[in-house]
C-alpha cells in the first residue's frame, strides 16, 4: 500500500509546489528574453546553458547517442561537440520570443522558396532538431502559407501557453501528438495549410527504419498521407550560420510511390533518416543529442 500512496503525494507535490516554480523560472527567463535585444538574449543564455548543460543528467545520454552515431570521434572531439550543442540551445531558447522578428531584421535567409510558391494547396514541410528549428516554418510564412503543426502536451501543463502563442503566429491549426495527429494531417491538407514536423524523434507508434545505422521508431503518417492525398513532402533545413543569423533551405519535392505499403513506406523513411543524418554529420553541435531517439536502452 506504501508504494501507491507515495506515488499519490509525489504527484500532489509536483503539481503543488513543482509546476508553479518551475513554470515561474520559464516565465521569468522567457520575458528577461523578450525584453533584451535578440542578440544579448541568445548570446547571453548561450553561454548560460554551455556553463551548465555539461552537469546536467541529460550529457551522459547525449554523449551516448553521439558515440553511436559518430563512433570515429574520440572524448575530447565528443566533448567539445556537446558543450557547443548546449550553447546553441541555449540561444535557441534566448531567441524564441523574437522568432517572429527575425526576418523582419533581415536575420534569415531563406533557399528554395520557389518550391513553396509552386505549391497550390497542402504540403508537408519536414525537418529536425537542429539549428533553431524554430524558424523553419518562417519560410512557409514569408511566401503567404498558413502553418499547421503537431506537439507534444508538456509535462508541465502551466507552460501550455507559450506552445499557443507559437501557434497564433503560425496561422494554422495545431494538433495533439498521438491518434489526433494523423487526422490533424489530413485536415490541415484538406485546409491547404502547410504541415511542418520535426521527425527526428522517437516515436512509439511509428516504424523501425536505420538512422545512423540502427534501428530508430520513425514517424510515417506524413508519408502515408502524402503518398495517399497526393501532397508533397519537402525538407526544410535549418542552420545556425553565425550568432542570430540562419539559412533555411526548403527542397524540392520528395519523390514518392505510387502506393503506401509498408515496402514502399519504409523506403522513403529511409531516405528521410539518411538525409538528416547527413545534416546532423555535417554540423554535429547544431543537433540536440539528448533526445531518446535510439529508445531507453542507449
Same mark, same amino acid.
Given at each position: 500500500?506504501?508504494? $501507491?500512496?507515495? &506515488?499519490?503525494?509525489?504527484?500532489y507535490a509536483r503539481r503543488i509546489f513543482i509546476w508553479p516554480i518551475e513554470a515561474g523560472l520559464v516565465f ?8 533584451? +535585444? ?18 546536467? +543528467? ?8 553521439? #558515440?553511436?552515431?559518430? +563512433? ?22 534566448? @531567441? ?7 526576418? &523582419? ?6 533557399? =528554395?522558396? /520557389? ?15 537542429? =539549428?533553431?528549428?524554430?524558424?523553419? $516554418? ?9 502553418? #499547421?503543426?503537431?506537439?507534444? $502536451?508538456?509535462?508541465? $501543463?502551466?507552460? #501550455?501557453?507559450?506552445? @499557443? ?7 494554422? /491549426?495545431?494538433?495533439? &501528438?498521438?491518434?489526433?495527429? #494523423? ?26 527504419? %536505420?538512422?545512423? =545505422? ?17 501532397? %508533397? ?5 535549418? @542552420?545556425?550560420? /553565425? =550568432? ?6 526548403i527542397s524540392a519535392p520528395l519523390a514518392l510511390p505510387q502506393t503506401s505499403s509498408d515496402d514502399a513506406v ?5 531516405a528521410i533518416n539518411q538525409e538528416l543524418a547527413r545534416w546532423i554529420a555535417a554540423q554535429p553541435d547544431q543537433?540536440?543529442? +539528448? ?8
Open positions: 500500500m506504501a508504494d $501507491p500512496v507515495v &506515488k499519490i503525494i509525489r504527484r521569468l527567463l522567457f520575458f528577461t528574453a523578450r525584453l533584451l +535585444p535578440v542578440t544579448i538574449a541568445s548570446a547571453g543564455l548561450g553561454y548560460f546553458l554551455g556553463l551548465i548543460g555539461p552537469f546536467t +543528467p541529460w550529457q551522459a545520454r547525449a554523449r551516448r547517442n553521439l #558515440a553511436l552515431a559518430l +563512433p570515429h570521434l574520440n572524448q575530447q572531439a565528443q566533448t567539445a561537440i556537446l558543450k557547443k550543442m548546449w550553447n546553441n540551445l541555449g540561444r535557441v531558447l534566448g @531567441e524564441y520570443p523574437h522568432v517572429g522578428r527575425l526576418v &523582419k531584421t533581415n536575420r534569415v535567409e531563406f533557399v =528554395g522558396l /520557389d518550391h513553396l510558391h509552386a505549391l497550390h494547396g497542402g504540403g508537408f514541410l519536414i525537418g529536425a532538431h537542429i =539549428g533553431n528549428w524554430e524558424v523553419g $516554418p518562417l519560410a512557409a510564412l514569408s511566401v503567404g502559407k498558413k502553418v #499547421a503543426a503537431i506537439y507534444r $502536451p508538456l509535462n508541465n $501543463p502551466l507552460l #501550455a501557453g507559450l506552445l @499557443e502563442r507559437r501557434q497564433k503566429h503560425y496561422g494554422g /491549426d495545431i494538433y495533439r &501528438k498521438g491518434r489526433e495527429a #494523423a487526422l490533424g494531417m489530413v485536415i490541415a491538407m484538406r485546409k491547404q495549410q502547410v504541415m511542418c514536423l520535426l521527425v527526428d524523434q522517437q516515436l512509439r507508434e511509428g516504424m523501425a527504419v %536505420p538512422f545512423f =545505422g540502427h534501428p530508430a521508431q520513425t514517424s510515417i503518417s506524413h508519408i502515408k498521407i502524402a503518398i495517399k492525398k497526393n501532397v %508533397p513532402i519537402m525538407f526544410m533545413r535549418t @542552420e545556425r550560420l /553565425d =550568432g542570430c543569423r540562419f539559412r533555411v533551405t519504409l523506403h522513403v523513411a529511409t543537433w540536440f543529442w +539528448p533526445h531518446r531517439r535510439w529508445g531507453k536502452d542507449i
